[in-house]
């Protein structure tokens, strides 16, 4: 059965373009969005905090089930992300909060736990979900579907230029191995591995600049509404 509401998914390795692709989408076509990578870095932010180990599957699950976080959109643009009431926007966009959300996102407990809180972000006018396994688990049924990808050196460059903006120090080749493990993980976990949907487009973005993509994909969700 297909969605009340339209629904783009956006799916894809770390540093593919998927985040800022999303967002340029939803803003073109007025619809929200949901950042589901942002909920597993707050579970594993949240487990740290508490000293819940990533193995200990119990706890974790619970700590999921009950995650106390929250999106709130700013006035000057953007979003801010509470987590117990604290601001952790920046937090988690870290390169080490990457590493351990992909570990709790292997978690099958933490994945049930959070299936229907992602779900509950489909509303009126549409949504456009960004993360992983959004054509493939979360919404089968998506009205259109978008797999982005690109090489695990041209992804490296584009978070070092980020870093280095930032005035972070970072070896290129240092994240090009972190990018490489990381998508290994995504890969090939057991539950919900990280794969394109059967009936999703493929789009390779490593040679292609952010308005060509949204393009591709805005042109995408008009022929298939």
Request: include cysteine.
């Amino acid at each position: 059965m297909m969605s009340q509401f339209p629904v783009l998914t956006i799916d894809g390795p770390a540093g593919s373009g998927k985040g800022t692709i999303a967002e340029q989408v939803a803003k073109a076509l007025g619809w929200h969005m949901l950042d589901s990578g942002a909920l597993y870095r707050l579970v594993a932010i949240a487990a740290q905090k508490k000293n819940i180990s990533f193995d200990d599957d119990k706890n974790l699950t619970a700590l999921a089930k009950k995650l106390d976080a929250v999106f709130v959109p700013c006035e000057i643009g953007g979003i801010e992300v509470r987590l117990e009431d604290e601001d952790v926007t920046l937090a988690i966009r870290t390169e080490d909060c990457g590493r351990m959300a992909s570990q709790v996102a292997a978690n099958k407990g933490v994945r049930k736990a959070l299936l229907q809180r992602q779900r509950d972000y489909l509303v009126s006018p549409g949504l456009v979900a960004d993360g992983r396994d959004m054509g493939t688990v979360v919404f089968p049924n998506a009205t259109a579907k978008v797999f982005l990808t690109a090489s695990a050196e041209e992804r490296a460059k584009r978070r070092f230029n980020q870093l280095n903006e930032k005035g972070v120090d970072v070896s290129l080749a240092g994240l090009i191995i972190d990018i490489q493990e990381r998508d290994l993980r995504d890969m090939s976990r057991t539950e919900a591995p990280m794969v394109a949907a059967s009936d999703a487009i493929t789009i390779d973005t490593s040679r292609l600049s952010i308005e060509a993509v949204v393009e591709q994909v805005l042109a995408l969700v008009a022929k298939n509404q």
